[in-house]
């Protein structure tokens, strides 16, 4: 027990060293108030030269120091601003390989694609008639050919689908419009121009 109460009279008196005491709190205080108000009242004086206020107090020696300072400040705003915007101009590019990269794979499949298309031979759709047991079938009729399509005497420029061309409808030598680029089919030149 006598143990006990010495630990406790050790750490209460411990505890009372590293507390201050009020009165010496209270000193310590009302000696840190005018320090912290006047150092406020610089800081706000400061400011208000800063903005461009309250100038004609100053001497010339007070006015060059402040435009040094205003100079400083300048430069680490510039010298922020510049790293911002390389940190933002390669971000952007790294976005922009990116987008490259991925534009270049689907052109790649869009063009392996075509070369599919292209190289499978059509074929005919049959159609059954009849539910005998000897197999009829009957071949599909043929697709409509696209109307001629009338003269223009004006030449008119579409946004092209792909990148960097444009597709142009003149007139022609026998007085019907051709397209100049064969990137459009001619059953959607129909709906374009009727």
Known sequence: MERILERYERNAYAERQLLPNDSESQTNWSLE??????RIE???????HFVGEELAPLS??????????IDT?????????????????????????????????????????????AEKPPQ??????????SSQFIQPPPLPLPLPLPPRTATLSFPSLTIGGRFQVSEGAEGTSRPSNSLMPA????????
Do not use: C, Y
């Open 33 to 38: 108030f005018p320090k912290l108000k006047s």
């Open 42 to 48: 610089a800081l706000q004086k400061n400011v208000k």
């Open 60 to 69: 010339l020696r007070e006015l060059q120091h402040l435009e040094q300072q």
């Open 73 to 117: 400040a300048l430069k680490r705003i510039r010298s922020r601003k510049n790293q911002l915007m390389h940190e933002s101009i390669s971000e952007l590019q790294k976005k922009e390989k990116l987008l490259r990269e991925q534009n270049d794979t689907l052109s790649k499949k869009l063009k392996e694609n075509d070369k599919t298309v």
């Open 124 to 133: 005919p759709q049959l159609q059954h008639v009849g539910q005998s047991s």
């Open 187 to 194: 059953w959607m030149l129909r709906h374009l121009n009727g």
